[in-house]
C-alpha cells in the first residue's frame, strides 16, 4: 500500500530512542523528510545515523524555551511540518502522597504542554495548507490505569481531552488528530525498569507482567510505530478524533 508520505515533512519528538525512533524510522522507509529531537546529543546522532538525510535537533522537550523555534528550524530546511508526532519520555511512577506541586509541573510540562506547545507551532502551516497531521503517543493508562502511575494517569487524560476537541476544531482545515495507545514495550525505558531477568527466564516483575497480557509478551516498537505511521499518512484520511491501543489486549476494558 502507498501510503503517501514521499517528500511529506514528519517531526517526530523524542525520536532518538524506542517507540519514538522506530515511527521515526517508519515514516523515513516511506520516503518522508524525517527529523527527530530529544536531549542527548550523542544518542540523537546515533539515531539519525541510522536514517540518511535525518535532521537531528537537541531540545528538551519540557522546557517552552528549547521548543521555541523548533518546528520554524524544521520548515527552513525540509518545508512546513505535515505530520507532527508528539512524543516524550514518561512521567515517573509514584502514590499520589509522594507528589509535589514540582512534580506536578514537570510532568505537566513533559506530558501535556509539550503537546500542546508543538501543536501550536505548526498548527498555522498546516490549517493553510488543508493538510496535516498530529499524532499523540500516549498509554494504555488512558483506556485502564496503571497502579502507582499517578502523574501519567492523570496527565495523559488530559492530553486525550485535548486531543478530542482540537480534532473537532481543526478538522475543517483537513488537520488529523489522533493518538495511539501502546501497551508494555520492550525499550529501553522498560528494560531499565524491569530490570535484568536471570539464567532461568524474566525478573518476577516482568513475569507478573506478562501473565496479564493476553497475547502473553511485550511489543516491539515497531509494532507501535506501525499505527502511528498509518495515522500520520494520506491513507489515514477519514480518521481523527480516535484513541487507538496497541496493547496485547492488556486493557480489559472494550474501546
Ligand atoms: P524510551 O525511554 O525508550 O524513549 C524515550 C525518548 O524520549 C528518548 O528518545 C529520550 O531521549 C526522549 N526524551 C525523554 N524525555 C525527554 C525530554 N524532556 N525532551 C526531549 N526528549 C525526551 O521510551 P519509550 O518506551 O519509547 O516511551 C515513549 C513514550 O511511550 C513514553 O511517554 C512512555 O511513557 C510511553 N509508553 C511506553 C510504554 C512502554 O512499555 N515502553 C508503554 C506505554 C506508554
Not at 509535589?100 to 504542554?113: G, I, P, S, V
Not at 502473553?216 to 515497531?222: L, S, Y
Request: glycine fraction near 10%; hydrophobic fraction near 45%; include cysteine.
Amino acid at each position: 500500500m502507498d501510503l503517501g508520505l514521499k517528500d511529506r515533512t514528519v517531526l517526530v519528538c523524542a525520536g532518538s530512542q524506542g517507540i519514538g525512533l522506530a515511527t521515526a524510522r517508519g515514516f523515513h522507509h516511506e520516503g518522508a523528510r524525517v527529523a527527530i529531537c530529544a536531549r542527548d546529543p550523542d544518542q540523537l546522532a546515533l539515531a539519525a545515523a541510522q536514517m540518511p538525510g535525518c535532521l537531528a535537533l537537541v531540545a528538551d522537550l519540557a522546557d517552552p524555551a528549547q521548543i521555541t523555534g523548533l518546528a520554524d528550524t524544521v520548515a527552513a530546511q525540509f518545508g512546513p511540518v505535515d505530520v507532527l508526532v508528539n512524543n516524550a519520555g514518561g512521567p515517573p511512577p509514584g502514590l499520589f502522597d509522594t507528589l509535589d506541586d514540582a512534580r506536578w509541573e514537570a510532568a505537566t510540562n513533559l506530558t501535556l504542554m509539550s503537546a500542546v506547545r508543538m501543536t501550536r507551532a505548526v498548527l498555522p502551516a498546516m490549517r493553510a495548507r488543508r493538510w496535516g497531521r498530529i499524532v499523540n503517543i500516549s498509554s494504555f493508562g488512558v483506556k485502564q490505569p496503571v497502579p502507582n502511575l499517578t502523574l501519567s494517569n492523570s496527565l495523559r487524560m488530559a492530553v486525550l481531552g485535548w486531543a478530542k476537541t482540537l480534532s473537532q476544531q481543526v478538522a475543517a482545515d483537513n488537520v488529523l488528530v489522533n493518538t495511539v495507545c501502546p501497551g508494555w514495550t520492550r525499550t529501553g525505558r522498560v528494560e531499565k525498569l524491569l530490570g535484568p531477568g536471570d539464567a532461568d527466564g524474566p525478573s518476577a516483575a516482568e513475569a507478573a507482567i506478562l501473565a496479564d497480557i493476553p497475547l502473553g509478551r511485550f511489543a516491539e516498537a515497531e509494532e507501535i510505530a506501525s499505527l502511528a505511521v498509518f495515522l500520520g499518512s494520506e491513507v489515514a484520511s477519514y480518521m481523527t478524533g480516535t484513541a487507538i491501543a496497541v496493547d496485547g489486549g492488556v486493557a480489559k476494558g472494550y474501546a
